[in-house]
């Protein structure tokens, strides 16, 4: 089994990487934007480079190439690399500066409280936080009018 180091669309340190396992059915080079599980997560990241043997014993699988061929040539990926360690950022914030338009997306959450079904309990302690101050401010708003 080969495995991918992975620069991450999250914060990380200059130069970190994750590593994650490369399913059969993609062929993966440096370079593609990928998507992959991240925590609880699903992200974008950019594969730096191919390894044989991963950081970590379990990894989790690359879950689809976002674009069929490598957005990031070789001579980029050095500029990558010079950006991250010059500037102090994370290797995809460094990378997603070389993508081209419109590349790099991110997920938008929207959360709405008309017809939600939803049990406070089975939400996480931030997420029942959040739902109880707009359901609040909600009362607020119509109190007030």
Same mark, same amino acid.
């Given at each position: 089994?080969?495995? $991918?180091?992975?620069?991450?669309?999250?914060?990380?340190?200059?130069?970190?990487?994750?590593?994650?396992?490369? !399913?059969?059915?993609?062929?993966?080079?440096?370079?593609?934007?990928?998507?992959?599980?991240?925590?609880?997560?699903?992200?974008?990241?950019?594969?730096?480079?191919?390894? !044989? =043997? !991963?950081?970590?014993?379990?990894?989790?699988?690359?879950?689809?190439?976002?674009?069929? #061929?490598?957005?990031?040539?070789?001579?980029?990926?050095? =500029? #990558?690399?010079?950006?991250?360690?010059?500037?102090?950022?994370?290797?995809?914030?460094?990378?997603?500066?070389?993508?081209?338009?419109? $590349?790099?997306?991110?997920?938008?959450?929207? #959360?709405?409280?008309?017809?939600?079904?939803?049990?406070?309990?089975?939400?996480?302690?931030?997420?029942?936080?959040?739902?109880?101050?707009?359901?609040?401010?909600?009362?607020?708003?119509?109190?007030?009018?």
């Amino acid at each position: 089994m080969h495995y $991918a180091e992975v620069a991450v669309d999250a914060p990380s340190a200059p130069g970190r990487t994750f590593s994650y396992s490369i !399913p059969n059915n993609l062929e993966i080079q440096a370079g593609h934007l990928i998507e992959i599980p991240f925590g609880r997560r699903t992200l974008q990241g950019i594969v730096i480079n191919l390894t !044989p =043997l !991963p950081q970590f014993p379990e990894t989790k699988p690359i879950t689809r190439l976002i674009y069929q #061929i490598p957005i990031v040539d070789p001579d980029r990926m050095k =500029l #990558i690399h010079w950006i991250s360690h010059y500037y102090i950022c994370s290797l995809f914030e460094a990378g997603k500066l070389t993508f081209p338009t419109g $590349a790099h997306t991110r997920q938008k959450v929207v #959360i709405t409280l008309n017809g939600a079904n939803y049990t406070i309990a089975d939400l996480s302690m931030p997420q029942q936080k959040l739902m109880l101050t707009l359901e609040a401010e909600k009362e607020r708003e119509l109190n007030w009018l």
